[in-house]
């Protein structure tokens, strides 16, 4: 078990943590960057999955961020962003395969936890940390919706977001 301090839980207000993530690229290539430089001055949707490749993440909770774009982009959502802690090229080879990033989705990697943590999102365990799934709306980094996965998953799909906007 990690002796990680793991932060309270994020909630609507907070400023969203400049921590560094890394997106992977074609080519085996990867480039890093800071959340809050990646999405200042924009209105994002960012969600979270335990896991890539995933059963649940890759049945239900991505496709409805795939499905959903569109309607995200009508109510002013400027980036869509999937996060989880798998490495860099599982995340880009997970974008690909699922036609996530070719529906303009940015898959990026926390595979530190650094973001995970600092959100007070992590499962921890001896082998690897993951996130809790969730997904949240920010504007210039700061929290203005947060969705929990609880109560249930369905709670942090997109039209649940969707509908709150």
Not at 15 to 44: A, H, N, R, S, Y
């Amino acid at each position: 078990m990690s002796t990680s301090t793991t932060a309270a839980e994020v909630k609507v207000g907070d400023t969203l943590p400049d921590v560094t993530l890394t997106e992977g690229l074609p080519d085996f290539d990867k480039q890093t960057m800071t959340l809050l430089e990646l999405i200042k001055g924009k209105k994002v949707a960012i969600f979270a999955v335990p896991g890539a490749f995933t059963p649940g993440c890759s049945k239900s909770h991505l496709p409805s961020f795939i499905t959903a774009k569109d309607d995200l982009k009508a109510k002013g959502v400027d980036m869509i962003l999937c996060i989880a802690t798998n490495d860099a090229y599982v995340m880009e080879a997970w974008g690909r395969t699922s036609g996530g990033a070719e529906a303009g989705i940015r898959f990026l990697s926390d595979g530190s936890a650094e973001l995970t943590r600092a959100l007070g999102l992590a499962m921890e365990s001896d082998t690897m940390v993951r996130s809790k799934r969730y997904s949240l709306i920010a504007e210039d980094g700061v929290v203005t919706h947060y969705f929990s996965s609880a109560e249930q998953s369905s709670d942090t799909w997109a039209p649940n977001v969707l509908a709150s906007l």
